[in-house]
């Protein structure tokens, strides 16, 4: 069989990585850092109230309890 004699560990990718963002220089790696600057932050009650997510799972739970109740007499 031919095909690709490379290794199936994911050690290419990992090195890949770190060798992309690793510099020597300050300035360049305070650019590529995901966590430095300004971040948008907000509270869990702000998030459900906004999020479409957090309404269906709301919904869900409730849609779900009722089933039970209906099912089993509870």
Same mark, same amino acid.
């Given at each position: 069989m031919g095909g690709k &004699? &490379?290794?199936r560990c994911g050690r290419c990718?990992?090195?890949t990585v770190v060798d992309a963002t690793a510099s020597?220089?300050?300035s360049e790696r305070a650019s590529?850092?995901?966590y430095?600057?300004?971040r948008i932050e907000i509270d869990e009650s702000e998030l459900r109230a906004v999020s479409p997510a957090a309404w269906f799972e709301g919904l869900v739970g409730?849609?779900?309890d009722l089933a039970t109740r209906l099912t089993y007499g509870k």
């Open positions: &004699t &490379t290794e990718a990992m090195s020597e220089d300050e590529r850092d995901p430095g600057g300004d409730k849609l779900d």
